[in-house]
């Protein structure tokens, strides 16, 4: 797969990613969605640019104007357009409200510092003023990550990173660079592959998604049983909080004490604002082959993956979709809606490396999934997959304009617990979302991450819009996080914990683990300023 390098224009105020590339279904998968799921179009036509409600600007021109000292008067926006583009993230839940023109939790500002001297000063600043600050990326949380609480605060401000992108060094003797948080993927690709240099870290969100956001909420990409979560790819880090500046990370290993680097990997802006990150690279492989694989059955599948996570030299990229999605084919999102969907489950194997390690693996992998039980379907599954791999939530704003809720949500556990915790959480969303008159939704999910001892769960969701689809998801979402803590996963694998998972966060810690976070808070920013409202559990 040839990923895109050159950064993505500014991402739709209401949906995702780049307005062009936005497009209505075919109008066969609408009368399917109607004859299947009962989806009808929406009451009211989604709300234009000019229709959006926003509430007053709160902050003080005092503070504007000591911020405008900080950073440049043109680097502190208070606009209409700067605070609409800030609001919230891209989950469905927001974008729902912002469909309805509801901007009502739109920052007062947004800033935008150019150095972490000046970000020093923004949060020392708005801890006198006692005003919140949202550090701000891509803007591609899915958790409510971006949505502060604001009572008890003079004002909100969104601290906009994208000023911070720079590739500052690159040591290619220890094979790490080191990068500022502002940098979207696809920059950081670009700057690094005129160096012969990947970071390897591909999510769904990297068309738009900045290294500091990947830092900050744990994130994890597709070729993640190649190259390895983000959090494996920092071995050092520059940190602003409002009591000073933290500089982490001396050595690839250390046993000097806890390792504080795991303080903010997935702190998601509550403690502090990374401002550089010292990252392992790779060297560019040479060669890239994606592949299908079929097996009978989501367990036979699910035990396969299991065998080469385990035994070694497994492929870059390993997924494996079970029934309901396969047949769907959201395993290859061009093809949605095609006639005579494929029966059985569909893993999608990836090599990436030098040409022999990539043909040693393959052959590795092959042997295996023959073994058990596999069936070879050659490349072309595996290249639609990795063609359409960033056209799925385009497709979520095209079924969200038909008239149907679709969300997703992701988990993670033990080998020996995964098959409690899949129908746990498919029974729990199949029960939640089941209509009055007995139409069931339409429940997917695939293993998109494998580690020795156990794996990810990824649930997609589609059914009909009731007449209040912020509650209809909302109590799905809290009958799912109730399956995944019964059975033992946890809350979330790669989406952070923002404000929707808090509950569930607070349960998987247990009240001690509450404590300690909140301790680490109450050091680093006594005035609780960071996020407020997000990750901490609240008893």
Known sequence: M?????????????????????????????????????????????????????????????????????????HVRADDDARIRHTRGKSTPDLLLMRAGDASDAPDAVVLPGSHEEVVEVLRLCAEHRVAVVPFGGGTSVVGGLTPARRGFAGVVALDLGRLDRLRSVDPVSMTADLEPGLRAPQAERLLAGHGLTLGHFPQSYEYATLGGFAAARSSGQASAGYGRFDDMVVGMTVATPRGTLEIGRAPKSAAGPDLRQVFLGSEGAFGVITSLRLRVHRAPAVRAYEGWRFETFAAGT??????????????????????????????????????????????????????????????AAALLVEAGGVHLGPEPGEKWAQGRFSAPYLRDSLLAAGATVETLETACFWSDLPRLYDAVRLALLGALRSPSGGAPLVMCHISHVYATGASLYFTVVTAQTGDPLA????????????????????????????????????????????????????????????????????
């Open 2 to 74: 040839e990923s895109p390098l050159l950064p993505a224009e500014p991402m739709l105020w209401s949906g995702w990613g780049d307005p062009a590339r936005a497009a209505e279904l075919p109008a066969p998968v609408r009368e399917l969605l109607t004859e299947l799921l009962g989806v009808r179009p929406p009451a009211a036509p989604a709300a234009t640019f000019g229709e959006v409600r926003l509430p007053p600007a709160a902050l003080p021109q005092a503070v504007l104007a000591a911020l405008a000292a900080v950073t440049g008067e043109e």
């Open 303 to 364: 035990a396969a993956l299991r065998r080469l996570a385990q035994e070694g030299a497994p492929p870059t990229v390993l997924r494996l979709s079970d029934e309901t999605e396969t047949m769907v084919g959201l395993a290859k999102p061009t093809d949605l809606g095609t006639p005579g969907g494929d029966s059985g489950c569909l893993v999608v194997a990836g090599f990436e490396g030098a040409p022999g390690d990539v043909a040693h693996r393959r052959e590795h």
């Open 472 to 539: 209809q998801w909302a109590a799905a979402k809290r009958a799912a996080g109730e399956a995944i803590v019964a059975a033992g996963g946890t809350i979330s694998h790669h989406h952070g914990v923002g404000r929707d998972h808090l509950e569930a966060y607070a349960a998987e810690i247990g009240d001690l683990g509450g404590e300690i976070l909140r301790g680490i808070k109450e050091r680093l920013d006594p005035a609780g300023i960071l996020n407020p409202g997000v990750l901490i559990p609240v008893y």
